[in-house]
C-alpha cells in the first residue's frame, strides 16, 4: 500500500500527550488540543486504492478498503479537499470533493462508503478531550443495504448474556457509545468483546475475539461487508489515530479453499483430503489443470492429504495446513523434480477484484533458477514495462497488483547471460469480482516445452 505524506503539512501520531512544567496556565494550555486533526476510512468494497489530497495542493494519504491514513494535524483555516482513485491509464478519477471548516481541538473522521455508483465522503465530527486511563468509543456500520445490528459489548471472559447493548448500527449512521459501569460515558482501558444481533433478538450473529483497547484515545469501530475471495461475511475494523487498522472476523466464521492440480496427464486425477481434530474434514477430487470451486470448511488446522489415481507414488500425506476465521486459501499441488508430489500454499486477497486485480504467481519451472513475468499494456514494451515480477524461484509464489486493463503476459528466464522467452500470452483481460492465480508450469504440448496458465 502507498502513503504519502508531507511533513511540512503533518504530524502523524497515534496519540497525543503534550508535558510541560511551570504555572498552572501552562499546563492547561500545554494540555490542550491546539489543532485540527484529519482521517480518512476507506470503508466502500467498491473503490480502488483511494487518495485524499488537498485541492491544488499535497496528497495527504491513501487508503483501500477497510484500511486507513494516520491521523493529520492541520492548522484552524479553511480547506478543500479531493478523493481520487487512479484508472488503467494512470489517469486521475474523481471520487468526490469536500470543502471544511478547520476548528482546534476537533477531529474530523472522513470514511468512504457506498457501492461503485454511489460512491461518497461522510464527514464524522467530534471534539477532542484529554483522557486518563480511559478511552472513547464510536461506532458506525458501512454496509450499503437497508440491514441493522445490534450493537453489544462486553468485558472479555464475561458471556454475551452479560453483555451491554450500546447501539443500533445502520449504514453511514455515526455515534459516540456510553460505557455502562463508570461514573462517566468513557470506557475503562482494558480486553473487551464485541457482539451483533439482529434488533430486539437476543442471539449473536457476530462475535470478535477479545480486542484491546490500551491507549487513552478515541476509537471507532466499523463493521463491513467481506469482499474479494471470501465475500459476504461481517467483519469489524478497529480504527484509532494511526494506519494501523485491526480487522476481527466473527470467531466462528468459516474459512475457504480451492485446489489446483497441475499435473501433467491428463487422467491424473487427484482425491484430496484435509483432516482436522474433532472429526473435522473435508475431501475433493480435481482433474488435471483444473482449479476447483471453493469448499467452505471450518476453521481450523489439518492435515493435507493428496493420491494421484493409478500412480502411488504421487501421494502426500502429511503437509499442515493453517485455516483462520475469514481465510480463503489456495493450495496447488504439483510433480517435484523427483517425481514425488509437493504443495504450494497461500491466502487468496479478501480485497474488492474490481477497479484493480491482486494475481498470484506461482513458479513451477524446475529447469531454471528464476522466472521473470512480465505484463505489457498496449504502449508498453519489455523496457518500459510498469508491472512485473522479478527473481520468482520455484516452488515459490508472489502477488502482483494490477489496474483494471488488458495485459500481454511474458514468462522469461534467463540461461548464460542469455533472456528466453518460455511462453507468452495476449490479450488477457481479467474478470472482474475474481480471484485469479497464474501458473508457469511444464508443457510437453508447447513448442517451448512450458505455458503460462490464468486461471479463477
Known amino acids: 500500500m502507498i502513503k504519502l505524506f508531507s511533513k511540512s503539512l503533518l504530524c502523524i501520531a497515534s496519540s497525543l500527550f503534550l508535558l510541560a512544567c511551570g504555572s498552572d496556565k501552562d499546563k492547561e494550555e500545554a494540555t490542550t488540543y491546539k489543532q485540527f486533526y484529519l482521517q480518512f476510512y476507506n470503508g466502500s468494497p467498491a473503490s480502488a486504492l483511494t487518495y485524499l489530497r488537498v485541492v491544488d495542493g499535497l496528497t495527504l494519504g491513501s487508503a483501500v478498503y477497510g484500511d486507513a491514513t494516520s491521523l493529520i494535524n492541520m492548522e484552524n483555516g479553511q480547506l478543500a479537499l479531493e478523493f481520487y482513485r487512479q484508472d488503467s491509464d494512470d489517469k486521475e478519477v474523481l471520487v468526490d470533493e469536500l470543502q471544511m471548516t478547520l476548528n482546534k481541538s476537533e477531529k474530523s473522521l472522513l470514511v468512504l462508503s457506498g457501492g461503485a455508483a454511489t460512491q461518497n465522503i461522510a464527514e464524522h465530527r467530534f471534539k477532542r478531550e484529554e483522557l486518563s486511563s480511559e478511552f472513547r468509543l464510536f461506532a458506525s456500520s458501512v454496509i450499503a443495504d437497508d440491514s441493522q445490528f445490534d450493537l453489544y459489548m462486553s468485558e472479555a471472559g464475561t458471556p454475551f448474556s452479560e453483555a451491554h447493548k450500546l447501539t443500533t448500527l445502520a449504514y453511514q ?24 444481533t439482529i434488533p430486539g433478538q437476543t442471539e449473536a450473529v457476530f462475535q470478535s475475539a477479545p ?34 487498522v485491526i480487522t476481527y472476523p466473527d470467531i466462528n466464521e468459516s474459512a475457504q479453499y480451492r485446489i489446483y492440480n497441475s499435473l501433467l496427464s491428463a487422467s491424473s486425477l487427484l482425491h484430496v483430503s484435509l483432516e482436522g481434530s474433532g472429526g473435522k474434514s ?5 482433474e488435471a489443470k483444473t482449479l476447483s470451486s471453493y469448499v467452505d470448511i471450518d476453521f481450523g488446522s489439518y492435515r493435507l492429504s493428496a493420491q494421484a ?16 476465521q475469514g481465510d480463503s486459501k489456495a493450495l496447488v499441488l504439483y510433480q517435484k523434480t523427483d517425481n514425488s508430489l509437493g504443495s504450494i500454499s497461500f491466502n487468496e486477497s479478501t480485497l474488492p477484484q474490481s477497479f484493480q486485480y491482486q494475481i498470484d504467481i ?19 514494451t519489455l523496457d518500459s514495462a510498469k508491472y512485473h515480477i522479478s ?12 489496474p483494471d486493463d488488458r495485459y500481454e503476459i511474458l514468462a522469461l528466464v534467463t540461461s548464460n547471460d542469455t ?12 474478470i ?25
Do not use: C, M
Open 173 to 196: 449512521e455515526f455515534s459516540e457509545t456510553s460505557y455502562w459501569g463508570g461514573p462517566t460515558d468513557n470506557f475503562n482501558l482494558g480486553n473487551y468483546v464485541v457482539y451483533l
Open 211 to 244: 480486542i484491546a483497547f490500551n491507549f487513552s484515545t478515541e476509537y471507532a469501530i466499523f463493521i463491513r461487508a467481506t469482499a474479494g475471495a471470501h465475500s459476504g461475511n461481517i467483519e469489524l475494523d478497529v480504527v484509532a489515530n494511526s494506519s494501523s
Open 282 to 286: 473435508s475431501e475433493i477430487e480435481v
Open 309 to 324: 489415481r493409478g500412480d502411488e507414488n504421487l501421494s502426500i500425506n502429511n503437509h499442515f495446513v493453517s485455516l483462520n
Open 362 to 380: 506461482v513458479n513451477l519451472v524446475a529447469e531454471y533458477s528464476l522466472v521473470e513475468l512480465y505484463f505489457l499494456r498496449a504502449d508498453e
Open 391 to 402: 527473481a520468482l524461484s520455484y516452488a515459490k509464489s508472489k502477488s502482483i497488483t494490477l
Open 419 to 430: 533472456k528466453l522467452l518460455i511462453d507468452r500470452i495476449e490479450q488477457v483481460e481479467f
Open 432 to 456: 472482474n469480482a475474481n480471484n485469479h492465480i497464474i501458473v508457469i508450469e511444464s508443457e510437453p504440448t508447447s513448442v517451448t516445452d512450458y505455458k503460462i496458465r490464468v486461471v479463477n
